[in-house]
DNA sequence: CTATGTAAACAAC
DNA sequence: GTTGTTTACATAG
């Protein structure tokens, strides 16, 4: 829209001088703007003790002995009512003491409770290995209030079950505990070496935390390097900005949080963004909040404030704390990149990468139809340190691709509309149904066939089969189509949406339907715009519907999973949009399963599904993420290492059938996913004529998945080779054409 | 090419 | 001024 003109003689400008140095100056400009807000105020006074105790003595009362037996290890013991800071500081201090070569490792005790010995830190003793280290070990200490961010309401309660990040699923408590693991892990890197870096601290410590249940927290130091604190204060972190966003909003107990508070977050968590970035980070933020579907502006009911929340389906709900310990903890390698980047002279900061060590592969979203209700878990774990690496690449990749909503507007049935955004769709709808809440809505609206290439063929042979959209869409038929056309047309058209004009959806959120999510480009190409650009309505939050699935954390969680049954795949169809513009290799495919996101829009509460099957997608096949079993179904999954390879995940494809497999022998699929293999298979690609029967609802998921892997792994070529060999008999299908008959060649298959 | 990061122009408030 | 969008360009992989 902007007319091209201004633009370029902006753009001209690059980047040359370096800026600047450092911080006080630039940075000046915000930074004072936020102050402490939202520390705790006893933290803080708190920290400033033990900072100034710190040398000597332990703050609070923390008493850090040498362990009896162990070697390298020492017992720290902490009175219930010291906080982080002052275990942050005792550990720091003990650490300058002892120096590199001291003991590297930390059991935490609290001192009001029993002793006990740390039930699930085993594995921290292995890490010693690394002389660098530091491992801390905590027993229990006592909730406390923590701080927490920003806007939680709620107070937390302690989460029971909760060891480790249990953000993701409990709201609060869990994301407390995160937060504070976060800081200390920062806090670890950074002052480890031994200085410190006061102000650092305490703004981190202000912050929350506390309240680590059980929790292991380890620090590193880099005590030899010496690369010194100061440069890793100073060092940007190794996230990026979405990463970092959806840390911050992960970290809240509601999912959500205000731009201002990103920012807040980012700063308190990353001392990097507050002192040494220059203010444009800020306007980072704001471009990715915009340019990322996952992210999704709600407005309060009242309209007035607008919180930025993270797709459901889209949302892996990582926290930084996570992504810290992955990395940590496989391998140090990766570790150590992240570490090392450092130190970039201020200009070349920018070339830093981003974080994440992308990965690549595979991406490729799967659907997961199903599901997640199921696989919801929070726990899990998160085998791969690449989470991190994943959620930026892969988040973001899914989010572009997919596109998933967009905004939101709370307004909910409940709630009004809010005046501006709202009335499209809504008009037309009849808010009111309400609709199974479920329903996924999917949205599915495009539907473009695609007619094209194989990869679409999956996709198309997909939708046949199912019918899925309709489904839901029953309920607010009219909307989905609308919603659709919408979407396309905005898309095709002209463009002119004018913002979020779209909003719709929400309708009564169930409804929904989706806008859609795509998008996309209008015109040609586009290769641009990378954005999304919906609004979201109303729905908003509180209500929390979503009990379906019940499980639950977060509410958002839920909403996610709704997802519904049949239809997983469908969307996904639908969204082969993009494959147009896609272009010839692969990037449908993945595009394709984005699709599933098409649904977009939706808002948390309300529509689940729509995103239903982004998420899995995305992320969440992909990722390792805990969330998203479904993988783990495929088994294989092996997170960590499936990432990277995807070959063999992908190929889930497997579910093919054997047969297929030892075509490819020369592959080394594993098949194990097997499970699905057998259903899946044929859905993936073919319409199954009998298909329906039982498993329908199954089927439907298998099939998303598997179609999901199908695509992504393969190119076409492969993915088509699959095709066929899965159904040999079948059907004919459309594909007809290029099918072979693999009988012939394979006798295992006729 | 894609994913990210930056900077900036605008539009609404 | 803040927030949100969108362009345009730069860079790394």
């Not at 029993?114 to 530091?134: E, F, I, L, V």
């Not at 499209?424 to 309400?434: A, C, V, Y």
Request: with cysteine; glycine share 6%; charged share 25%.
């Amino acid at each position: 829209m902007k007319t091209s003109p201004r633009r370029p003689l902006i753009l001209k400008r690059r980047r040359l001088p370096l800026p600047v140095q450092n911080a006080p100056g630039e940075t000046s400009g915000e930074e004072p703007k936020r102050p402490p807000a939202q520390q705790e105020p006893g933290q803080a006074q708190a920290s400033k003790e033990a900072a100034e105790s710190n040398s000597c003595k332990f703050p609070a009362g923390i008493k850090i002995i040498n362990h009896p037996t162990m070697p390298n290890t020492q017992v720290v013991a902490i009175p219930n009512n010291a906080n982080i800071q002052s275990i942050i500081t005792a550990l720091t201090a003990k650490g300058k003491e002892s120096g590199s070569t001291g003991p590297n490792k930390f059991i935490l005790i609290s001192c009001g409770g029993a002793p006990t010995h740390p039930p699930g830190p085993q594995p921290q003793a292995q890490t010693s290995n690394d002389p660098k280290r530091t491992e801390v070990v905590t027993e229990t200490l006592g909730s406390k209030p923590a701080a927490r961010d920003v806007n939680l309401p709620r107070p937390p309660e302690a989460l029971p079950g909760q060891r480790w990040e249990s953000c993701a699923g409990s709201e609060a408590a869990g994301c407390t505990l995160d937060n504070s693991l976060t800081n200390i892990q920062w806090l670890g890197k950074m002052s480890s070496d031994g200085l410190g870096p006061s102000n650092i601290k305490q703004e981190m410590e202000g912050k929350e935390n506390r309240h680590l249940e059980q929790s292991q927290v380890k620090v590193e130091e880099t005590p030899g390097a010496s690369a010194s604190w100061q440069d890793s204060a100073s060092e940007r972190p190794p996230y990026s900005y979405m990463a970092m966003i959806q840390f911050a909003i992960n970290s809240t107990e509601r999912k959500r949080m205000t731009l201002k508070d990103i920012y807040t977050w980012i700063e308190d968590h990353f001392p990097y963004f507050k002192h040494i970035a220059k203010p444009g980070w800020k306007n980072s933020i704001r471009h990715n909040l915009s340019l990322h579907d996952m992210f999704v502006r709600e407005t309060s009911a009242n309209g007035k404030v607008s919180f930025w929340t993270i797709h459901p389906s889209a949302n892996r709900y990582l926290t930084l704390d996570q992504v810290f310990k992955q990395q940590k903890r496989p391998n140090p390698e990766l570790r150590r990149n992240v570490t090392i980047k450092s130190e970039l002279p201020l200009g070349a900061r920018r070339k830093m990468k981003p974080l994440l060590p992308r990965v690549s592969s595979y991406l490729v979203p799967i659907q997961f139809p199903v599901n997640q209700s199921l696989v919801l878990q929070p726990s899990v774990k998160m085998p791969l340190p690449l989470a991190a690496s994943l959620m930026s690449s892969e988040l973001a990749r899914h989010s572009k691709r997919v596109r998933i909503a967009p905004k939101v507007l709370l307004a909910e049935e409940g709630v009004a509309p809010l005046p501006a955004t709202g009335p499209l769709q809504e008009d037309k709808l009849p808010l009111g149904e309400g609709l199974s809440p479920l329903l996924p809505v999917q949205s599915i609206k495009e539907e473009e066939p695609q007619p094209g290439e194989e990869t679409l063929h999956l996709g198309r042979p997909i939708k046949v089969e199912s019918p899925p959209l309709e489904e839901w869409p029953s309920p607010c038929p009219s909307i989905k189509e609308e919603s659709s056309h919408s979407w396309e047309d905005s898309s095709h058209s002209p463009t002119p949406r004018p913002k979020r004009s779209y909003s719709g959806l929400k309708s009564p959120a169930r409804c929904v339907s989706e806008m859609l999510v795509i998008k996309r480009r209008e015109g040609r190409e586009m290769s641009r715009s990378r954005r999304k650009q919906h609004l979201l309505p109303p729905c908003l939050d509180e209500p929390e519907p979503e009990l379906l699935f019940s499980q639950g954390p977060g509410a958002s969680q839920r909403a996610t999973e709704l997802t519904l049954p049949t239809e997983s795949s469908e969307p996904a169809s639908r969204l082969g949009y993009s494959q147009e513009e896609g272009g010839p290799f692969k990037t449908p495919i993945k595009e394709t399963l984005p699709i599933s996101s098409t649904p977009s829009k939706s808002v948390l509460p309300a529509t689940p599904e729509s995103w239903r099957l982004t998420p899995p997608a995305k992320v969440g096949g992909l990722e390792f993420s805990p969330v998203h079993h479904p993988q783990a179904a495929f088994g294989p999954l092996p997170d960590a290492l499936g990432l990277t390879d995807f070959s063999t995940t992908p190929l889930k494809s497997i579910p093919l059938f054997d047969s297929p497999r030892e075509l490819l022998s020369s592959e080394p699929f594993d098949l194990t996913s097997d499970p699905f293999s057998t259903s899946s298979p044929s859905d993936m690609e073919v319409p199954k004529p009998d298909s329906p029967g039982p498993e329908a609802a199954s089927l439907s998921a298998n099939r998303s998945l598997t179609e999901g892997l199908v695509l992504d792994t393969m190119n076409d070529s492969l993915s088509k080779i699959l095709l066929d060999i899965s159904f040999p008999g079948l059907e004919e299908d459309p594909l007809g054409p290029d099918s072979i008959n693999w009988a012939q060649f394979i006798p295992e298959l006729r």
